[in-house]
């Protein structure tokens, strides 16, 4: 019912900057909820920042507090995740949802295909 596609990843430098978007599609009405997440292996899926598509409830995970920012573009259904001061614990495949709200992102949620981010010394 909702598509969801990142893009934007790619390999970097410690201490550079990267942005992700990500399109969504379909019923987005139904999903109100858009978050990032990002997963290495062997590690749980991490969650990183969460927004509707009002820009309202804003959510951010401590790691990331003060360094990413997500942010919606409603008219074109895109929301986006600056990223700065990456560092090599940041390296993993990030990941784009949707959600029918903001709790249900690992029950409900509907996932992208993952772009992945690779911070290099």
């Known amino acids: 019912q909702v598509r969801v596609v990142e893009s934007g990843g790619g390999s970097v430098q410690a201490g550079d900057s990267l942005s992700l978007s990500c399109a969504a599609s379909?019923?987005?009405?139904?999903?109100?909820?858009m978050g990032w997440f990002r997963q290495v292996p062997g590690k749980e899926r991490e969650f990183l920042a969460t927004?509707?598509?009002?820009?309202?409830?804003?959510r951010y995970a401590d790691s990331v507090k003060g360094r990413f920012t997500i942010s919606v573009d409603n008219a074109n259904k895109m929301v986006y995740l600056q990223m700065n001061g990456l560092n090599l614990e940041d390296t993993a495949v990030y990941y784009c949802?949707?959600?029918?709200?903001?709790?249900?992102?690992?029950?409900?949620?509907?996932w992208g295909q993952g772009t992945q981010v690779t911070v290099s010394s």
């Open positions: 379909g019923r987005t009405l139904s999903y109100p909820a």
């Open positions: 927004i509707t598509w009002s820009g309202a409830n804003l």
């Open positions: 949802a949707a959600a029918p709200h903001w709790a249900a992102f690992h029950r409900g949620g509907v």
